[in-house]
Nanobody, 119 residues
Framework: QVQLVESGGGLVQSGGSLRLSCAASGITFSSNLMSWHRQAPGKARELVAA???????RYGDSVKGRFTISRDNAKNTVSLQMNSLKPEDTAIYYC?????????????WGRGTQVTVSS
């Protein structure tokens, strides 16, 4: 079965950095578009960053220039390097896999990892 397991969340001060990782199994990882989404309390889930099977990337406007998504097809992992973190980045971050390799969210989700940025 498909499993996406996020790690790397935690508590960090404003201006700090965190690196999230997502380990995937049960899918042909290299063929999937992988993405990170986040949901803050009382808000809708939003796209943070996505990377296609071919390595093209997209970012949400609020994280451009601060976050970087990358993938390692040999290890079936996708990572999100988050720099210059702000309190408004506080949310649960979810990993997503889309076997159609299109820019919308796919059917597979991880359970999420909490990121808390203190001011």
């Amino acid at each position: 079965q498909v499993q996406l397991v996020e790690s790397g969340g935690g508590l960090v001060q404003s201006g700090g950095s965190l690196r999230l990782s997502c380990a995937a199994s049960g899918i042909t990882f290299s063929s999937n578009l992988m993405s990170w989404h986040r949901q803050a309390p009382g808000k809708a889930r939003e796209l943070v960053a996505a990377i296609s099977a071919g390595g093209r990337t997209r970012y949400g406007d609020s994280v451009k220039g601060r976050f970087t998504i990358s993938r390692d097809n040999a290890k079936n992992t996708v990572s999100l390097q988050m720099n210059s973190l702000k309190p408004e980045d506080t949310a649960i971050y979810y990993c997503n896999a889309n076997p159609r390799n299109t820019w919308d969210a796919g059917p597979y989700w991880g359970r999420g990892t909490q990121v808390t940025v203190s001011s």
